[in-house]
């Protein structure tokens, strides 16, 4: 099989040229893609040299647009992603290659304790984990680590739902759960990366509640809207055995409750159908 290693980098020049390196040394790569993502510095020139592919955006679009024109690129039958930035270390790609050989379409380097980047970003990520297992009723153990192998096939046909942002990973693997593909993880320890993050805490902070719903609406969005009708069903029919008790009628609260109830299950139910047309084989 053909394999294809995509690195979208920002300004990193600093790490790009033994990233490079290190995966031209595994012997086992067809073609290395560096997806220049508007950068200011000698990221474009120092990776040319390096030996690799370069794409060059001329402005900045978004980790998730560079993925998807790497992936566009790519003629391998698998493609592997990874950071540009050191964080990622080549030698696990292999063990990310045996996984594919075993039958399984998507692989993710899945990043132990200590390996998050800050304390903040560890418990957000534990949160992604803990919602996409309960949406998935599968372990998902690293639902937004950028290192990962996968069928470039299948991961072609989703390449319309991933955003240009940062959040690339999350929905190309509950994009891969819902379609009954098969996903694994493989565990990794992520190094310190080189030179300055991308990443921003207020405006990422923001992301992260955007990342939730996303979640819920990409795989099955009715198993988010469903507890919370319930919940407002069962404090309708409470306020209205209350209120039938003390005055002996029933009031708008209650009303007003019930209605709410049955919109946002009604909400979700619409919500489910629309997500299965998003899956609809072409």
Known sequence: MKISVVLPAKNESGAIAQ?????????????????????TDDTKEISVKAGATVI????????????????????????VFMDADGQH????????LAKIEEGYDLVVGARQKGSQASLGRGIANSLYNFLATYMTEHKVEDLTSGFRAVRAEKFKEFLYLLPNGFSYPTTSTMAFFRA??????????????????HINP??????????????ATLFSPLKMFL???VILFMMATGWYGYTLWEVGRFTNMSALLYTGSIMIFLMGLISEQITALMYKEK
């Open 180 to 197: 009954g593909y098969s996903v694994t993880y493989v565990p990794i320890n992520a190094a310190k990366r080189i030179g300055q993050s």
């Open 89 to 96: 270390s080549p030698k696990d790609i292999p063990r990310l």
């Open 19 to 39: 990233t490079i390196y290190q995966i031209q040394e595994l012997n086992l790569i067809t073609e290395i893609l560096v997806v220049n993502d508007g950068s």
């Open 202 to 215: 207020l405006k990422d902070g923001v992301r992260f509640f955007l990342i939730i719903f996303k979640i």
């Open 56 to 79: 060059s955006h001329p402005y900045s679009k978004g980790n998730g647009a560079a993925i998807k024109s790497g992936a566009r690129k790519a003629s391998g039958d698998i493609i």
């Open 227 to 229: 507890p919370i009708s």
